[in-house]
């Protein structure tokens, strides 16, 4: 049996809390079969429970009370620790997909398929909070893997198998607050702390559909006193829980107003209607009476006709809009006669395919008692302590900055569970950055994160923590919230960008400039601060006159780039060579060689546009009035520091050109990197 922690010795006090008795299991898990070695079962003595809701916790503590000493006594020791289930009343229910994955593969173990169920479990409640347009709070009260995944396949047992990646379908019931609440105070009030808690379905299908019969598309109904539980079964796995408000207190209800009775003498009239004889009984007004087993059943019949048409609607809805292939019957609403007939013609199967079940499906029980009860009322206790070898499901209390709360019990319960459950912040409990910075760069946006805060200061009992210490039963947590850092500051001389270097030769040697930006249009120094938005471009040429400004050289000398006169705009970039002649008088246009009177004329001239093509696309250059091979890196994408081991190549018309050729109307220029 999956996670079974068995043992002879190891009690397990099992307590079915219905809405008509209260029935108590004790007993332990030996190999497959459970062994119960004793039973009680106390009826409430007022209506202090209807339709599987506690309405007086008084009362009920002081039933579980008498339940608990009487198994005691029986026993000859002490019971401190107990199983209950829930009735579906307001049930909701949430079918999710979990998955777990292993750094490599590896055999699965019983402790990683539990560590996958509880990851599914907790996967669902998240889930269920993101949809619940409640304003009560709800609590997972069972769950049930319907189907596992190896690798992605599908597979019926993940254990001792070797995968990398295990998964589940896994389907989780909730119940609202008010309920889970009402059952724990009561069973506290009878000195016995809850050791794991499930719904009622769960738990009789544990007992009354086993599971090699879960194959069947078949419903298991258990009528109490005061709800209907469904449970659908198919493919081997549980696929659906339901519930209706409506079971046999109904049916007790009208014998009360037709005969006029208490609703305890109404109740033994019910049970007694499948005698076959008159049943004898005193009136409100203590004079004796006498009703036919037969004016019973036809008192109810209408009641129970529309109870098992309900009950047939959801077994409908639960399963696809159609009917199952068979139905269980347990507990003892159902045993009224003709609830199975009626039921199996509001579903449209043959009546044979819906019985009631009791001792038939008691066969993997060991009773070590005289006298043992093993009729269908006897199922769902069975099957809650059956329930705490399959799963372990159970709440804490504790406090959280003063606030009482309560915690799903997964094994593994840390500070940010808490957090969580209280809706305290998530970005309170981590470090908060400081306002970051973005700007662009060349185009290209950038951001610089603020510093790192302080983290929360958690404290667990008055003891230092952090948000994964685990917490337990009666923890006090304290939480304050974490701070945020200071916003991101960064100098323009910070940039990357502007640690790097433009290297030319002046006159034979090398010289190193400094990269500068622009921001926002203007030229900023490298304290410049930059701001939110700051747009920058950082520029990766110089021009003439900036190189001279920059080694302190009169621009009135001859001044070559790449060997070929210059002007003071012209751009110098990444391993150009500038030559300065220091020696000849101040340059002019005038004294420039025959040869180049063309030029010069042309560079007097007014300026105009000029359309080239450069590698395959058009280029229109303005503001000049003669042009130079150099002067399209200006409209071009062309990164001249992207060098590495390559060399540039410049191409004009399909020939080599050197930086400085003149450019004229239509040239084509290819210009690409090419290795050593």
């Not at 917490?471 to 304290?478: F, L, Q, Y």
Request: with cysteine.
């Amino acid at each position: 049996m999956a996670g079974v922690r068995e043992g002879q010795g190891q009690l397990v006090f099992g307590l079915d809390i219905g809405t008509r008795s209260i029935v108590g299991t004790v007993g332990y898990l030996n190999g497959n079969k459970f062994h119960v070695l004793a039973q009680c079962s106390r009826e409430h003595e007022t209506r202090a429970m209807l339709d599987g809701q506690i309405h007086d916790i008084g009362k009920v503590g002081e039933t579980i009370l008498l339940v608990k000493k009487e198994l005691e006594e029986t026993l000859g020791r002490e019971l401190k620790e107990v199983c209950i289930a829930a009735a579906g009343r307001v049930l909701r229910t949430v079918t999710t997909y979990a998955e777990a994955g292993f750094e490599a593969e590896k055999e699965v173990t019983q402790e990683d398929i539990y560590a996958l169920s509880t990851l599914g479990v907790e996967k669902a409640y998240e889930e269920f909070q993101n949809n619940n347009d409640t304003d009560m709070k709800f609590y997972c009260v069972g769950y049930t893997p319907m189907r596992y995944y190896m690798n992605g396949y599908q597979i019926g047992n993940l254990e001792g198998h070797k995968a990398k990646v295990i998964g589940t379908d896994l389907i989780a019931t909730f119940l609202p607050d008010d309920v889970v609440d009402g059952l724990y105070k009561a069973v506290e009030l009878a000195g016995l702390h809850v050791a794991n808690m499930t719904l009622e379905p769960i738990a009789a299908i544990q007992v009354a559909i086993p599971e090699k019969f879960r194959m069947l598309n078949m419903a298991l109904v258990d009528v109490g006193a005061g709800t209907s539980d469904i449970s659908i079964t198919q493919d081997g796995t549980i696929t659906a829980y339901g519930m209706i408000p409506v079971a046999g207190d109904s049916l007790t209800d009208i014998i009360v107003q037709h005969c006029l009775v208490d609703f305890e003498t109404a109740e033994q009239i019910k049970r007694s209607a499948g005698s076959g004889e008159d049943i004898d009984y005193t009136d409100i007004m203590g004079l004796p009476q006498k009703i036919s087993s037969k004016e019973v059943l036809s008192l109810l019949e209408d009641s129970v006709k529309s109870m098992t048409r309900m009950v047939a609607e959801c077994i409908k809805e639960l399963n696809g809009d159609k009917a199952v292939s068979a139905v269980f019957v347990v507990g003892g609403g159902g045993m009224i006669p003709g609830y199975t007939e009626k039921l199996a013609a509001e579903l449209g199967i043959v009546k044979e395919r819906v019985a009631i079940r009791g001792e038939e499906v008691m066969q993997g029980i060991v009773f070590e008692l005289e006298n043992p009860r093993k009729d269908s009322m006897m199922v769902t206790p069975v099957g809650i302590c059956l329930s705490y070898y399959e799963q372990s499901n159970n709440f804490i209390f504790a406090e959280f900055n003063d606030k009482r709360l309560k915690l799903y019990d997964n094994g593994r319960l840390s500070v940010a569970d808490a957090a969580m459950q209280q809706a305290f912040p998530n970005e309170d409990l981590f470090p908060k950055r400081g306002t970051p910075l973005t700007f662009t760069v060349n185009g290209k946006t950038r951001m610089v994160r603020g510093t790192r805060g302080e983290a929360a200061v958690i404290t667990i009992n008055g003891d230092p923590a952090d948000m994964y210490t685990q917490i337990h039963n009666g923890d006090k947590i304290r939480v304050k919230a974490s701070t945020a850092g200071e916003p991101a500051a960064l100098e323009l001389g910070s940039l990357p960008e502007l640690s790097e270097q433009i290297h030319i030769c002046v006159n034979g040697k090398r010289i190193d400039l400094p990269k500068t930006a622009l921001v926002n249009g203007r030229q900023e120094n490298e304290f410049y601060q930059i701001t939110e938005g700051d747009d920058i471009s950082v520029r990766n040429a110089y021009t003439v006159r900036q190189v001279a400004e920059f080694l302190d050289v009169p621009m009135g000398n001859r001044v070559l780039v790449n060997d070929v006169p210059a002007r003071d705009d012209t751009k110098v970039y990444e391993n150009f060579t500038v030559s300065f002649d220091m020696e000849q008088p101040e340059m002019t246009y005038d004294s420039l060689p025959e040869d180049d009177g063309a030029e010069v004329q042309d560079n007097l001239s007014e300026p105009g546009p000029l359309t080239v093509t450069v590698n395959k696309e058009s280029v229109t250059l303005q503001g000049k009035a003669s042009y130079v091979f150099v002067d399209v890196f200006d409209y071009i994408r062309f990164d001249l520091t992207a060098s590495s081991g390559r060399d540039i190549v410049t191409l004009l018309n399909g020939e080599p050109a050197e930086y400085m050729k003149e450019l004229h109307e239509g040239d084509v220029l290819d210009i690409y990197w090419k290795e050593r």
